[in-house]
């Protein structure tokens, strides 16, 4: 797991989002959830992943995507809503530098999908000051 995703789950298991892990009982994952996985649930996983040069430096930007999943709309959008509290503007520690989740730049549902089952979206850019490059 990269520097990214490890910053990510470690954001989501801080004190910062304990209610949200109270209310997302099927956890968190990077990519993809595990087999059979319980709804409701959360996977993340990286859009884009570009440098942006500027004077004396260089930006990392990254789009992330949060997908929820779960069996009713009230837990979708009770999980939305706390991740959305905890994520919008929040910090992500880094190893070597600090990340600032600064943006939620798109939304997309709530969806009902043929099984019956809920799903919103959440895209999050990630700007990351590369001060080793």
């Known amino acids: ?15 910062t989002c304990a209610t949200l892990r109270a209310t997302n009982t099927g956890g968190m994952y990077a990519v993809r959830h595990k087999q059979n996985q ?11 992943d570009v440098p942006n040069r500027y004077m004396g430096g260089k930006m990392m930007q990254a789009r992330v995507q949060l997908s929820i999943y779960g069996d009713n709309l ?6 939305h809503r706390l991740t959305t509290g905890a994520f919008d503007d929040a910090t992500l ?6 990340a600032v989740v600064c943006l939620r730049t798109d939304e997309t549902g709530p969806l009902i999908a043929e099984d019956h089952s809920w799903q919103a ?5 990630v700007w990351r000051d590369n001060k080793t490059s």
């Open 1 to 15: 797991m990269d520097e990214l995703f490890k910053s990510i789950m470690t954001f989501y298991n801080s004190a």
């Open 38 to 48: 319980a709804p409701p649930y959360m996977v993340f996983d990286r859009i884009s």
């Open 74 to 79: 009230s837990d979708v959008m009770a999980i």
């Open 93 to 98: 520690t880094y190893d070597s530098d600090i």
């Open 121 to 125: 979206t959440i895209d999050y850019t």
